[in-house]
């Protein structure tokens, strides 16, 4: 990402320390499309507003830190994705980017799939009423106990990720006399442009099978000869091939390569076993918005570019095109959220920055202390024409590196009782939630139209005593 240093200004500093920013916006009090939620506003006195609520009487109404998610925006990005794939494909939502129950029923609603990857999640989606042909299931390492649940309801695909797991799956199925549909997780040895912790195409990491080993001890390679294993067993059914490359990517040329190589496993499948399998998957991972800096795509980009390399590989094979499926996450809920946290104390550093602590931190949002992501932040109570000043917002945790927002600029008469927002929390930040100093995980609370209700509530004290059983 191309940061370039703010050329002068805050009152702490005559020159500006190395760091990650940008050059504050002209205006500090404007909020850009491109990272918030899309009902969000100020209104008329300047207070920052989602779903027709102002944040303030929300803070009073559901405390501080909290996640407010615009349900609308979440349901027209469930729309544009359905849209933009159309009948012949499907698009199963991530939940591990964030998942509850009324989710689930948005997404059902809304005509969406739903990928899980724990017991805990299918339970989830399963309570809420998501009808089990349309999940799918992920996991490099699904329990016994999880396989069996997910084959007794009747998941529609389980994707499996191992030799281990396929002996597995179809040892179970069999056991429960089903045949249960699989697709095979293949690496394809793409190096996506994001952090190396989120990055799961190139071969040298947990998940999937990869294509090419590069050695030549099994014809075809892993992949092909997980092909032949599953054909050879009964309880399960191969229905296609699935590739995951990566989390918050912005380049489609990684989903290209991806695509274009699990067509040519489709082809060789078809030579060798005489088989045409009728699905693939390409998986999620497109990337969202999280500064001003970012530029993602738009879903009907996105499929378009899959579904033309697709169709075009498939006709140079000779294959009929399979129905696509794809597996957005971040892309749908990601955008849809922003945290709302007090400001508690602010400590000012002569010639460096301005740290303004808040009364959440890496346990609400653990993403910049763990890939070092990059957010965004604006005073939300009220608007200020003061200077900008260069902050780094920090939570109320025991560690230095309790960062929320590494390097943003606030209006420098920020006081201690403001409230401030951190826009594009609305993936992998609750669900990667902790209690570490035994925080309270914050709620999530759901707002459209003027009426905002709680979806997840906040934990408690008493939460925290019931589960430390002396
Ligand atoms: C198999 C699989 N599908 C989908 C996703 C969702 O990714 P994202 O939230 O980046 O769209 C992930 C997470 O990276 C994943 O591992
Ligand atoms: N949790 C990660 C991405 C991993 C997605 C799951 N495969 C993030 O916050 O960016």
């Excluded at 849209?83 to 059902?108: E, H, N, P």
């Excluded at 014809?219 to 699935?242: K, T």
């Excluded at 070092?372 to 200077?387: G, H, I, K, N, W």
Aim: glycine residues 10%; charged residues 25%; aromatic residues 6%.
């Amino acid at each position: 990402m191309s940061r370039s240093a703010h050329p002068a200004g805050p009152r702490h500093a005559d020159v500006l320390p190395e760091g990650h920013y940008s050059a504050p916006a002209a205006d500090l009090n404007t909020l850009d499309d491109k990272v918030w939620a899309r009902t969000v506003t100020r209104d008329a006195d300047g207070v920052v507003t989602v779903g027709g609520l102002d944040v303030t009487r929300l803070a009073e109404e559901f405390g501080t830190p909290a996640y407010f998610l615009d349900e609308a925006d979440f349901r027209a990005r469930c729309q544009e994705w359905r849209g933009a794939f159309g009948t012949d494909a499907d698009v199963f939502y991530a939940g591990k980017a964030f998942l509850s129950r009324a989710v689930v029923r948005w997404l059902y609603e809304e005509g969406l799939n739903l990928d899980v990857c724990s017991g805990g999640e299918l339970t989830t989606a399963l309570a809420a009423g998501m009808p089990a042909e349309r999940i799918a299931f992920h996991g490099n390492n699904k329990t016994p106990e999880e396989i069996e649940k997910a084959v007794s309801v009747g998941v529609g695909r389980i994707v499996v990720d191992s030799f281990l797991e396929i002996a597995r799956v179809a040892h179970i199925a069999q056991g429960l006399g089903k045949r249960q549909p699989v697709q095979i997780r293949v690496t394809v040895g793409v190096e996506a442009h994001t952090h190396e912790f989120i990055a799961t195409a190139h071969e040298d990491q947990k998940f999937g099978i990869a294509l090419s080993d590069g050695s030549a001890e099994i014809e075809g390679g892993p992949a092909a000869e997980a092909v032949r294993r599953v054909l050879s067993l009964d309880g399960l059914e191969l229905v296609g091939i699935h590739s995951h490359i990566g989390s918050q990517i912005f380049d489609m040329a990684g989903f290209e390569v991806s695509a274009r190589r699990v067509v040519g496993l489709l082809a060789r499948i078809r030579d060798e076993h005489g088989v045409e399998l009728p699905e693939i998957d390409l998986g999620g991972g497109l990337g969202i918005a999280y500064t001003s800096d970012d530029d993602p795509r738009e879903p009907h980009e996105i499929a378009k570019a899959l579904s033309s390399i697709v169709t075009r590989e498939c006709e140079a094979a000779g294959l009929r095109v399979p129905r696509i499926s794809v597996e957005p996450g971040r892309a749908i809920v990601g955008p849809t959220a922003f945290t709302l946290y007090e400001v508690g104390t602010i400590k000012p550093l002569e010639g460096l920055r301005t740290y303004v602590s808040v009364d959440g931190g890496m346990s609400d949002n653990i993403r910049t202390a763990l890939y070092d992501a990059e957010y965004s932040v604006a005073l939300a109570s009220r608007t200020s024409d003061a200077e900008p000043m260069l902050v780094r917002v920090v939570g109320k945790h025991c560690e230095s590196g309790d960062i929320v927002v590494r390097d943003a600029f606030l209006p420098a008469d920020l006081a201690p009782g403001d409230l401030i927002a951190v826009p594009a929390t609305g993936a992998y930040c609750r669900s990667m939630a902790s209690n570490y100093n035994h925080a309270l995980r914050p709620p999530v609370v759901a707002v459209r139209d003027g009426a905002a209700h709680t979806i997840v509530r906040r934990e408690t004290e008493e939460d925290l005593l019931r589960l430390d059983v002396g």
